[in-house]
C-alpha cells in the first residue's frame, strides 16, 4: 500500500515591514511647534519667489541672462534681502518696531482665542468679525455717550464690549443646541447683520459725530481710554489679550466645564451618552467665544481707533480663523500665532514703504503659512526629519462636523 507524502507549502517570501512614520520622544506641542517653524520657513521662500518675479530691477536683468547670469542672481538676492530686511526692522527694528507689533497682535490673539475655543468644543466660529463687531458698538456707545469717573468709565466700557460680544455668540449657540442650524452658515450670515447694523447706526444721531456727516461717532472719552505705554500705541489691551489667554488654558485644562467642552468637541455621541449636556457645552463655548471676540472689538474702539467708524473691525474677525488655525487650537499657539501675524502687519508697512513691494505680500505670507500647516504631510514630505505625532489635526477636523 502506498504512502501519499504531503508536502508543506512553500513558504511565502517575507515582506519587508511597512515603514513606519518617524516618531520621537518630543510632546505634541513642540512637534506642532517644529512643524509650524517649517510651515514659516516654507512661505517666506515662496514670498522671495513672488519678490522676484514681480522686482523691475530683476526683470531687467533676466532679458541678458544668457551673457551674464550673475546679474540675474545678485539682483535677485538684493530685492529679497532688502524686502525682508524692511519687513524684520518694521517689525522688531528697535521700541516703536515692537510696540506696533504688539499692538497689532492684540486683537488677532483674542480673536484667535475666540476661535480657538470653538473649535475645541466641535464648532467652526467664523463669526468673530460679527462678534468683534457688536462688541466694539457697545463698548464704544459706553466710552463716548457714558460720561464716568476713571477706571469705572474703562471697566464698565470693556464689560460692555464683552456683553456685546457674548450676546452675538450665545445667539449661534442657541440656535446649535435647540434647532441643529449650523454654525458656519449662522456665524456667516450674523457677519452681514452686524457690518450693517453698524453701518446703520452711523447714521443715526445717537452714533453720529455732531457736526459731521460720514459715519464716524464722537471719540470716547479719555477716562474711557486704554492707557498707552509711553509714547507708543501699545495700550493696556494687550495685557488683557494674554490673561484672556490664560482664562482660556484655565478652562479648557483646570475646570470641569473645560473638560465637558473638549469631550464634546472630541466625540459629541459619546459625550451625550456619558450623560452630558452637549447643546449646553455649545451654548457656554460660544458665549466665551463671542465675549472673546468681543473684548478684542472693544481694545480696537478703546485702545487703538478711539472713534467707532465701520472700518473697526478691518479684518480682524477673519484673520483670526488663521491665527487659531497656525496655533493649532491652543491658547499658546494662539498667542504666539497672533504675535506673529501682528509683527507681519506691522513689518508690511515698512516693507512696502522702503523697498515698494506690495503690502499684500503679508497677507499671502500668512495664508501660505496657513495652508502649510493645515497640510502638514506635505511639510513632512518637504522636511524629512520632522518627527511624526500622534493623533496630529484632530482638534481642527472636528471644527467643520461639529
Known amino acids: 500500500m502506498s504512502t501519499e507524502t504531503e508536502t508543506a507549502p512553500a513558504a511565502e517570501p517575507a515582506k519587508a515591514p511597512a515603514r513606519e512614520p518617524q516618531r520621537s520622544g518630543l510632546p505634541s506641542w513642540a512637534v506642532q511647534g517644529l512643524v509650524s517653524l517649517s510651515a514659516l520657513v516654507l512661505a517666506l521662500v515662496v514670498g522671495a519667489i513672488l519678490i522676484i518675479v514681480g522686482d523691475d530691477q530683476v526683470q531687467a536683468t533676466i532679458k541678458y541672462f544668457g551673457a551674464a547670469p ?41 480673536g484667535g482665542l475666540a476661535v480657538s475655543l470653538a473649535f475645541r468644543t466641535g464648532l467652526f466660529n467664523i463669526g468673530a468679525q460679527g462678534q468683534l463687531i457688536v462688541g466694539a ?7 463716548f455717550a457714558w460720561h464716568l469717573p476713571v477706571v469705572l468709565h474703562l471697566v464698565l466700557a470693556v464689560i460692555a464690549g464683552l456683553i456685546g460680544g457674548a450676546l452675538w455668540g450665545g445667539v449661534v449657540g442657541a440656535l446649535k443646541a435647540r434647532t441643529g442650524a449650523h454654525e458656519v452658515i449662522v456665524t456667516i450670515m ?36 486704554f492707557p498707552q505705554f509711553g509714547s507708543t500705541r501699545l495700550h493696556l489691551g494687550f495685557l488683557l489679550a494674554l490673561l484672556a489667554a490664560i482664562f482660556v488654558w484655565w478652562l479648557l485644562n483646570r475646570s470641569t466645564i473645560g473638560f465637558e467642552l473638549r469631550a464634546v468637541g472630541a466625540n459629541a455621541d459619546a459625550s451625550r451618552t456619558a450623560g452630558m449636556s452637549v447643546g449646553r457645552a455649545y451654548i457656554i463655548a460660544m458665549v466665551v467665544a463671542g465675549a472673546l471676540a ?67 505680500l503679508t497677507t499671502v505670507l500668512q495664508a501660505v503659512i496657513v495652508l502649510f500647516v493645515a497640510a502638514p504631510a506635505l511639510v513632512r514630505s518637504i522636511f524629512r526629519f520632522l518627527p511624526k505625532e500622534r493623533g496630529a489635526g484632530t482638534v481642527l477636523a472636528k471644527g467643520w462636523n461639529g
Open 70 to 110: 550673475g546679474d540675474t542672481f545678485s539682483a535677485a538676492a538684493t530685492a529679497v534681502g532688502e524686502a525682508y530686511k524692511a519687513l524684520a526692522s518694521g517689525a522688531f527694528g528697535g521700541i516703536n518696531a515692537i510696540s506696533e507689533s504688539l499692538t497689532q497682535a492684540t486683537p488677532l490673539i483674542c
Open 137 to 143: 458698538i457697545l463698548a464704544g456707545y459706553v466710552g
Open 190 to 225: 450674523l457677519n452681514y447683520v452686524a457690518i450693517y447694523l453698524l453701518q446703520w447706526l452711523l447714521t443715526t444721531k445717537t452714533f453720529q459725530r455732531p457736526g459731521r456727516t460720514d459715519p464716524i461717532s464722537p471719540i470716547v472719552d479719555s477716562n474711557a481710554q
Open 294 to 360: 468681543g473684548l478684542a472689538g472693544a481694545q480696537q474702539v478703546l485702545g487703538t481707533d478711539l472713534p467707532l467708524t465701520d472700518g473697526v473691525a478691518a479684518s480682524v474677525g477673519f484673520d483670526a480663523i488663521t491665527v487659531a488655525l497656525l496655533g493649532r487650537g491652543t491658547p499658546l499657539g494662539t498667542v504666539l500665532a497672533g504675535l506673529l501675524f501682528g509683527a507681519l502687519n506691522a513689518g508690511g508697512l515698512q516693507m512696502q514703504l522702503i523697498t515698494q513691494t506690495p503690502l499684500t
